[in-house]
């Protein structure tokens, strides 16, 4: 019996991977350094600037100078939190690929995976636990990638991404006129460090590169 072939697009945006973060966030767990004598320190400072306040008004500077210092303190001891929580994050995904056979993980920030089955002539590509692509390789015509659903003349993402592009779309072009949108999204208010999004770009150009580099060897090899 032929196997159904399945053109269904995907995109990981905000709305659709909530849950992710939701499960994963069930085991995650943070231990804080305790150690940050500067975050510390801040506060004497700033208790001692408002008993100068009383004599002098350079106890005024030194309130500020505690303000700051905490301010300081606290970003970064914030974007030790996101990296740790990212960096965990990545590697839960890739722990997760193990529960599907043959799973190559596709991403550092969303549970992606594609499956290429070099005996069958077949790719699929899997978000969440649902398979949304499964066809066959000499159905793959052609590739475009849109910035911001305008399509790039080239055929890779560069590596210092524009800061200015809110979503990458990987569209795969077919036999019978049909294509698949594989979409990512680079303002995912859920996947931030150090209140940027540019780390979203870097994990979604590897992600949107690494499908390029593999559409284009399927496609060399329907024309062989």
Not at 106 to 129: C, E, G
Not at 137 to 155: A, E, G, H, R, W
Not at 211 to 224: D, G, H, P, Q, T
Request: proline residues 3%; charged residues 25%; positive net charge.
């Amino acid at each position: 019996m032929e196997q159904e072939n399945k053109y269904t697009s995907v995109f990981m945006y905000q709305d659709v991977s909530k849950p992710d973060f939701v499960e994963f966030k069930k085991t995650y767990s943070y231990k804080a350094d305790k150690k940050d004598i500067l975050f510390y320190l801040s506060f004497p400072i700033m208790i001692l600037g408002v008993i100068l306040l009383f004599f002098t008004a350079g106890g005024v500077l030194l309130v500020l100078a505690g303000i700051a210092l905490l301010a300081w303190r606290l970003g970064k001891i914030n974007s030790k939190k996101d990296l740790d929580f990212l960096d965990k994050y990545e590697k839960y995904l890739l722990e997760n690929a193990k529960k599907y056979e043959g799973a190559i993980s596709n991403s550092a920030i969303y549970p992606t995976y594609y499956f290429v089955d070099n005996k069958a002539k077949r790719f699929r590509f899997m978000y969440q636990d649902k398979v949304y692509v499964d066809i066959p390789y000499d159905d793959i015509v052609s590739f475009d990638i849109l910035n911001d659903k305008t399509i790039s003349q080239y055929k890779r993402l560069p590596d210092q991404p524009n800061p200015t592009i809110r979503s990458y779309i990987l569209r795969v072009n077919c036999k019978g006129g049909r294509s698949i949108e594989i979409g990512y999204s680079n303002t995912n208010k859920l996947i931030k460090l150090r209140n940027s999004f540019v780390y979203q770009q870097f994990a979604n150009t590897i992600s949107i590169n690494k499908l390029c580099a593999l559409f284009e060897r399927i496609i060399l090899k329907n024309r062989a």
